[in-house]
């Protein structure tokens, strides 16, 4: 049984999907963590770097977008085939406008990854207009994929390229054009739009958080989607149009969705460091700038025959809590897991098995180079967004970067979270203490979002800033507004 759980009507958008009852996968949007991954600017061409073989765009943020020369239509589609040895400046030149699309978000350091290459996806097919090249997944019978490939080169118009989608592999043609020629006019509709407007200018913005929760319910196909929004789930019911079989229910208790449905206590435990497997054995997770890192130890678990066979059901079990790990907390860049050692190559190829397997329910692409000399898996998985401890949680003032504390914004949508369940028919005002960070977070600019929960919830909140080591509230008091403004002058 699949179950979508959907937190919507608090500033911080969260959802998470609970399969057979265990929690694969907590997806967190928060505000200021809104991702430009997937938008379309039309850009200005601001510097080309030859040395590079990359230039630099203009899109109308803080920092220039970045373009290698081979993400450029006019590179992939010159029949000159001794293109890779002629530098960016023979396909771009400074002052020119082009449509690009941010692939990765830009950083303290780096402006946005950017490509030219425009990608509209589908449930069937990614569609690429200028992307010359055709490419079906992986998960099929090959026979099927080389029907699929013949199929897709009929249909090819000019410099066209399609992903045809693991789903597409299960529908018929006409269904796959259906989408298709949807896809199509929807990059028309954007090109129109891109020649309307001055350079540098967002062309089309995309939504991740219902981007991600579409797909998700594409992936599973279907089960029941509980959320806390009424809009959202008839925005959702539009969007299906009945063609899942998705059981759609409204929430109306006042206690929090996340804390009713036990979500929180599995946030708490993705954001710790060991992990205790049903055996006994358990994982240590280091989160670090370069890489996560991941030891597997046999803990409590002594086995049943001998070392070899301890060994291997151990990496079995941690091998399938990793694949749950990564898509938990939505880990990306290199990854590597020190398994327990090995000596039988068969062994190897067990654990490498039972990881696979449980990665078929990753929609984001993870790649497993194998082991090295040393024993240690080494795999990649694509990084489109903060990890779920990165959005959650920042470095800690008092440890000095050793260990983490709840960020502001996690305590102030804590605090929301609380309000909404408290009985405010009874009183008519609330004194809250809490430090300047969560203040400013929980008021938002201007005071929007303080005013917007007091009108939902017609309280009146009363704040008072103390001074504390990391972000914290107190929920003090509850009163009339007469008695509660007084206490808060007299402090």
């Known amino acids: 049984m699949n179950e979508i759980i959907i937190n919507y009507r608090t500033t911080e958008k969260r959802f998470a999907i609970k399969e057979n009852n ?36 203009d899109i109308g943020g803080e920092k220039h977008g970045f ?47 950017l490509t030219a290459i425009i990608e509209l996806a589908g449930e069937k097919t990614i569609y690429l207009p200028e992307g010359e090249y055709i490419a079906v997944s992986k998960k099929g019978e090959e026979r099927i994929r080389e029907q699929w490939r013949q199929f897709a080169h009929q249909q090819k118009i000019d410099h066209e390229g399609f992903i045809i989608r693991t789903d597409a592999l299960h529908s018929s043609e006409n269904e796959w054009l259906t989408e298709l020629n949807k896809l199509r006019q929807r990059y028309q509709s954007i090109k129109t739009q891109a020649r309307m407007l001055k350079a540098p200018a967002l062309v089309y913005k995309t939504s ?47 206690e929090n969705i996340f804390s009713f449905y036990k979500i929180e206590s599995e946030i708490e435990k993705a954001l710790k460091r060991v992990i205790w497997l049903e055996n006994g054995s358990n994982l240590v997770i280091d989160e670090t700038e370069a ?48 398994f327990i050692d090995m000596k039988i190559e068969k062994h190897r190829q067990l654990v490498l098995g039972a990881l696979q397997e449980e990665l078929k329910k990753d929609s984001k692409y993870t790649r497993i180079v194998g082991f090295t000399t040393l024993g240690i898996l080494q795999m990649t998985r694509k990084k489109t967004k903060k990890s779920l401890s990165e959005t959650l949680q920042t470095t800690c ?37 809490l430090t300047e960070d969560v203040k400013s977070v929980f008021c938002g600019e201007n005071n929007i979002h ?13 704040l008072s800033v103390v001074h504390f080591c990391r972000p914290i509230y107190y929920i003090r008091q509850f009163g009339t507004i007469k008695e509660l403004s007084e206490k808060q002058h007299s402090l």
């Open 22 to 57: 265990i929690v694969s996968r907590i997806f967190i949007d928060q505000p200021q963590d809104q991702t430009k991954v997937g938008n379309i600017y039309i850009g200005k061409v601001v510097d080309i770097k030859n040395g590079m073989n990359a230039c630099f765009i």
């Open 67 to 113: 373009v290698h020369r081979d993400q450029l239509p006019s590179f992939l589609q010159s029949d000159d085939p001794n293109k890779q040895y002629h530098p960016i400046s023979k396909f771009m030149n400074k002052g020119d406008s082009i449509l690009v699309q941010v692939k990765k978000d830009e950083t303290n350091i780096k402006g946005p990854l």
């Open 208 to 254: 991740l958080f219902e981007k991600e929760l579409l797909n998700e319910l594409i992936r599973s196909k279907k089960g029941k989607v509980i959320s806390d929004n009424q809009e959202l789930l008839q925005n959702l019911k539009l969007q299906l149009q009945d063609t899942l079989d998705w059981d759609f229910s409204m929430y109306l208790s006042e």
């Open 291 to 338: 890489l996560i890192s991941i030891d597997v130890n046999t803990g409590k678990f002594s086995g049943t025959k001998n070392i070899q066979d301890t060994v291997l059901k151990t990496n079995i079990l941690a091998a399938k809590e990793i694949a749950r790990q990564l898509l938990l907390r939505d880990y990306g860049g290199m990854i590597l897991v020190d």
């Open 397 to 433: 003032p008092v440890c000095l970067g050793k260990g983490k504390i709840d960020s502001p914004e996690t305590i102030a949508f804590r605090l929301e979270r609380e309000l909404w369940e408290k009985p405010f028919n009874e009183h008519e005002a609330v004194f809250i203490e």
């Open 450 to 462: 303080l005013e917007r929960i007091e009108k939902a919830l017609n309280i009146h909140i009363i």
